[in-house]
């Protein structure tokens, strides 16, 4: 009898890329928690505390946008030779550059609310960048509960800010403010946005 294969997700074929020595799978727009949209209805109920919006986020980006070990996601990073640690960091593996910060909260606690975790992270950026750390374009989430928002500094400049990112017409775009997405509701914006910074952070 022939051993079994182990049961997995197909996520496409995968092809070698000239720049690093490891795997990578090509774009596949059914590579997407979308697909898992039922099994995502009882654990987006379960995220109420910060470390478990903390685990369903760092399981979801490494399952299927950010895979290893092309990508390595690193909990309580410590930013450059700061005190500052991100609750995650993804990081390229060719050259351990960071393409996104996530900052959780737990749903309903003191420090939940958008202003204070845009004004966490936004914290983040400017250690990342001067210690070279940052990849040319670097992302940050900040979630609350089932609810996230995505950001990305409006400039280089030391004087940045972030800016929030939403789908508009069925692009990507940039505006002033911030808008909260429910990991289920909004699901397919948030797979928008998802593939965009994948794809525009996988090779600069």
Request: proline fraction near 6%; hydrophobic fraction near 35%; charge should be positive.
């Amino acid at each position: 009898m022939p051993p079994q294969r182990p049961r997995h997700r197909d996520r496409g074929l995968r092809c070698q890329d000239p720049k690093t020595p490891y795997s990578r799978q090509t774009s596949d727009t059914n590579a997407s928690y979308i697909g898992d949209l039922e099994a995502f209805q009882s654990i987006a109920e379960l995220m109420k505390e910060e470390s478990t919006v903390n685990s369903v986020w760092s399981n979801l980006l490494s399952t299927y946008y950010f895979p290893f070990p092309e990508y390595i996601i690193k909990p309580e990073a410590r930013l450059g030779t700061t005190g500052h640690r991100a609750d995650l960091l993804v990081t390229r593996s060719r050259d351990s550059k960071v393409v996104m910060i996530i900052e959780g909260k737990k749903a309903g606690g003191a420090q939940a609310t958008w202003d204070k975790s845009l004004k966490q992270s936004h914290g983040y950026f400017n250690p990342t960048k001067k210690s070279g750390m940052a990849a040319a374009r670097v992302f940050g989430m900040a979630a609350i509960g089932r609810k996230v928002v995505f950001v990305a500094p409006n400039s280089d400049g030391p004087d940045a800010v972030l800016w929030g990112i939403k789908v508009q017409r069925g692009r990507p775009m940039s505006f002033r403010g911030h808008k909260p997405l429910d990991i289920v509701e909004d699901s397919e914006e948030v797979h928008a946005l998802l593939s965009h910074i994948q794809e525009i952070t996988k090779d600069i």
